[in-house]
């Protein structure tokens, strides 16, 4: 079990449901047209003549903001399930504690720094959701 008191877990339960919500309105403003716009205003080196060229280059920064916005809120979502089964702050690999110093600058972080490594490591050096 992990070392931490109810009234602990139940503010990283407040962080990750605050974090859910403000994903969820991420994600569906991500929908809206006009993203794509604010995206292209962002970057001045794409050459502002080739309306093709720097619409393809929003959208597929949109996709990529939608593709990571999506895996970030099932990783709150996972989370908050762990919050509820009493499993919150430990490695769903080793099921060692999870340090506290990684769970504040990531409550949904779900594996402890040498399991993520190991998990990082078998991806091919890819980084997964911390």
């Excluded at 309105?25 to 995206?39: H, K, R, T, V, Y």
């Excluded at 093709?52 to 709150?76: K, N, Y």
């Excluded at 919150?88 to 769970?103: M, N, S």
């Amino acid at each position: 079990m992990a070392a931490f008191t109810r009234k602990e877990q139940e503010a990283f339960a407040r962080r990750l449901s605050e974090r859910r919500g403000a994903l969820i309105s991420e994600i569906i403003q991500s929908g809206d047209p006009d993203n794509a716009e604010s995206l292209r205003n962002k970057y001045e080196d794409l050459d502002p003549h080739d309306d093709r060229a720097v619409g393809d280059w929003a959208r597929d920064i949109g996709l990529a903001q939608f593709e990571r916005e999506t895996a970030e809120l099932r990783a709150v979502e996972a989370a908050l399930k762990r919050v509820a089964e009493g499993s919150f702050g430990e490695c769903v690999d080793c099921g060692e504690p999870i340090a506290r110093a990684r769970l504040e600058a990531n409550p949904s972080a779900e594996r402890c720094i040498a399991c993520q490594e190991r998990a990082e490591t078998r991806a091919g050096g890819v980084r997964t959701a911390l």
